[in-house]
């Protein structure tokens, strides 16, 4: 008796182990119109330098498209065998193998990091499930294309609304949307800049907060504390203007730990100004 129990429990965990081993199923095999590819990865501006992965590829009709049309590079990642054999057979067709290639594999677990371009055609649950992980994995300045359903809390930085009759069969509606995000560079926190001479005298201290791409803050020159106006965050291009230090235009690229570009005055002057992150 001892041992049948045991037993009993024994399947019952490895049936669990394997439920959870399981791939989690983003959406059923529906490919996005073609005309929708050619508006995913126009609106995401691809070009020969990009690199293009589709997670959930389908067909491969997206990275395909990317590779044939745009001259990019990339990868698909798909769960259904035949769908990946039927891509890989595609590329080789088209001439295209050459530039990219089709997986199978579970979307949740590849590495993206490659990525200057990735594109999403899944449920919306899954989208919004893999907000943290694109975050986490994808370099700044990326560009994150999802056809129908946002990044729940990450505000697009394009929306396309259209109506198109293919789409009647897909989801009942002729309604698509396509949302365009860019991944921020991180910029939260204190920090140190040297400013050139003409701006102001000394360094600046600025202090950053940060919710995705909606930055504010304050700096802090000449003991006075000053708001930070007109603040833009794109990928890794961040610019302000201090009205209180003359109207001057800050702008630059974050790399890391330190901010290097240019500050304009109103009258056209330019010079340099660098900061690290303290
Ligand atoms: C709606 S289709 C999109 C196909 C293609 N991206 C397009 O836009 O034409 C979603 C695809 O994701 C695949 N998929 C679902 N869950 C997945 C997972 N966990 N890992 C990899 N692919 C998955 C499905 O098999 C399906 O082919």
Redesign the pocket.
């Known amino acids: 008796m001892r041992n049948r129990l045991w037993l009993l429990a024994a399947a019952l965990i490895s049936a669990g182990a394997a439920a959870s081993d399981k ?10 119109p073609q005309s ?2 050619a508006d ?1 990865l126009k609106l995401a501006d691809v070009g020969p330098k990009d690199f293009v992965i ?9 990275v395909l498209t990317a590779a044939k049309v745009f001259g990019a590079r990339g990868f ?5 065998d035949d ?1 990946v054999k039927r891509s890989n057979e595609a590329a080789r067709r088209e001439g295209v193998a050459d530039r990219v290639k089709f997986i ?7 590495d993206i990091s490659q990525a200057t371009v990735l ?5 919306p649950d ?1 989208v919004v499930l893999l907000k943290d992980k694109l975050l986490a994995e994808l370099r700044p300045g990326t560009r994150v294309i999802s ?1 129908d359903y946002p990044l729940a809390g990450w505000l697009p930085e394009h929306t396309v609304r259209m109506d198109l009759e293919d789409k009647v069969a897909i989801s009942g509606v002729t309604t698509t949307l396509i949302f365009l995000y860019v991944v921020p560079a991180r910029v939260a926190g204190r920090w140190h800049a040297q400013l050139p001479p003409g701006i102001a005298k000394g360094a600046m201290e600025l202090d950053l907060k940060q919710q995705l791409t909606r930055i504010s803050g304050s700096a802090r020159v000449g003991g006075r504390n000053l708001p930070l106006e007109d603040v833009r965050l794109r990928g890794e291009q961040l610019s302000f203007t201090l009205a209180g230090l003359g109207s001057a235009r800050f702008a630059g690229t974050v790399k890391g730990t330190s901010i290097e570009g240019t500050v304009e005055h109103p009258g056209g002057a330019k010079a340099p100004w660098r900061a690290s992150l303290k």
């Open positions: 791939p989690v199923n983003a959406g059923p095999y529906v490919p996005s929708v590819v995913m589709d997670l959930g590829s389908g067909d491969g009709r997206i698909g990642v798909e769960i259904q769908l199978t594999q579970d979307l949740f677990k590849t594109t999403l055609y899944l449920l899954t056809h």
